[in-house]
């Protein structure tokens, strides 16, 4: 079966997404949790050392400038799921607005990111990668703080890891995401309807779990 782009949004509406088994692997195929890791987009953990880099600002963030350059980091390890198919059908999906990416840089260096598929008021992050201390979790500060200023209600991390968990993040049941993301589904939130950030400090400000 040739996946489209239009069928790759098809399957995240209904809750699944694509895997291949590594990056030589052509078959890609559909992956159902029966646990899923979802963010609470109002309890992300923001630890007094991860606020003090965040007020340091020694970093820049950006919105969508090198989405393939992420997904080419993320997937820039010994053990990866992402194929040439799957990177290419996220670059398509960013073209068409639907994939989106954060990019943390230190001087004109990207050191850490994020990516993931909004589908109505769900965003779907697939991958993420760091390569200063930290630079990951800046990403997602900045990231979880945009969706919850443009409308979003689900943050979906597909599955949990503890370092997931220590960020915050919750597993649930299947049956449970599927009520989530149908709610989600009706909701018409667009990532791009704010700017980022002005800095750090305001993402710290307006988390509300801060330890």
Not at 60 to 73: E, H, Q, W, Y
Not at 153 to 159: A, I, S
Not at 167 to 175: D, K, P
Request: charged share 25%; aromatic share 10%.
């Amino acid at each position: 079966m040739t996946i489209t782009p239009d069928l790759l949004l098809q399957a995240y509406r209904a809750g699944v997404f694509p895997m291949a088994e590594h990056r030589d692997d052509p078959e890609v195929f559909w992956v159902d949790p029966r646990k899923r890791g979802v963010f609470p987009l109002d309890g992300f953990r923001i630890s007094r050392s991860l606020a003090k880099t965040l007020k340091r600002d020694a970093y820049r963030v950006t919105l969508n400038t090198a989405f393939g350059d992420v997904i080419d980091s993320c997937a820039d390890r010994s053990e990866t799921w992402i194929n040439h198919e799957i990177r290419t059908l996220y670059e398509e999906l960013h073209y068409k607005g639907h994939a989106h990416s954060i990019e943390v840089w230190m001087q004109d260096r990207l050191v850490g990111g994020v990516y993931g598929v909004a589908v109505g008021g769900a965003f779907c992050g697939e991958s993420m990668f760091s390569r200063e201390r930290d630079t990951s979790k800046i990403a997602l500060a900045w990231l979880i703080d945009l969706l919850r200023r443009t409308g979003f209600v689900l943050f979906d991390t597909q599955f949990l890891t503890h370092h997931l968990a220590s960020l915050g993040a919750v597993e649930i049941t299947r049956a449970e995401y599927r009520r989530y993301l149908a709610q989600a589904l009706q909701v018409p939130a667009d990532i791009t309807n704010a700017r980022l950030a002005a800095s750090g400090q305001d993402v710290v400000q307006r988390s509300t779990h801060t330890s």
